[in-house]
């Protein structure tokens, strides 16, 4: 059982994910079944959606990460194609001013703090497309590319 508070950042598992959809499924609620269905929370970054056309979406889900799996193996059994979108969460560099905020936030230390510098590291290797960073950074240094996701 999940308790979901209707607030802005609901704890548990979060991620980021890009779909398509193919022609047929494009105008079906399937998206919206995954808070029904799953009582997933879900934020839609970007999405192009024409009737009987391919559509796509970038997607932050979050919710209990059991629940996050059924939901995503659902959009599956839909014929949704689901790309992760971890190397498409970019840090810009002449953006970022080391205050560290980001680090207490990354449940996967893929932001650490140098202790020979001081400076914040961004290891994407590491990201699991959260998206928590984006939500905390106060110069909009870290962001997810919404332009070229679905290129892949
Ligand atoms: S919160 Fe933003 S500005 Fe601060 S260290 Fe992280 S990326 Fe840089
Ligand atoms: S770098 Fe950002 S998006 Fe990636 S895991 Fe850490 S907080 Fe989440």
């Known amino acids: 059982m999940s308790e979901k508070p209707h607030g802005e950042v609901q704890k548990g598992f979060r991620k980021i994910v890009y779909l398509t959809f193919p022609p047929e499924v494009s ?6 079944n ?9 934020n839609i970054l970007k999405a192009e959606i024409s009737p009987r056309q391919d559509g796509t979406m970038t997607l932050e889900i979050s919710g209990l990460e059991t629940d996050f799996h059924k939901g995503v193996n659902y959009l599956k059994e839909n014929s949704v ?10 840090r810009d560099e002449d953006c970022c001013i080391h205050c560290g ?12 703090v140098d202790k ?8 994407i290797d590491k990201c699991s497309a959260c998206g928590l960073c984006t ?8 962001a997810v590319d919404l332009d070229e996701n679905g290129r892949n």
Request: hydrophobic residues 50%; positive net charge; contains cysteine.
């Open 34 to 42: 995954l808070a029904r269905l799953f009582d997933l929370s879900f």
């Open 135 to 142: 939500r905390v950074c106060p110069v909009q240094a870290m």
């Open 27 to 32: 105008g079906r609620p399937v998206v919206c």
């Open 81 to 90: 194609r689901i790309t992760p979108v971890a190397q498409k969460i970019f």
């Open 116 to 123: 020979g510098t001081r400076k914040v590291l961004f290891e």
């Open 101 to 112: 905020l980001c680090t207490a936030m990354c449940p996967t230390k893929a932001l650490v």
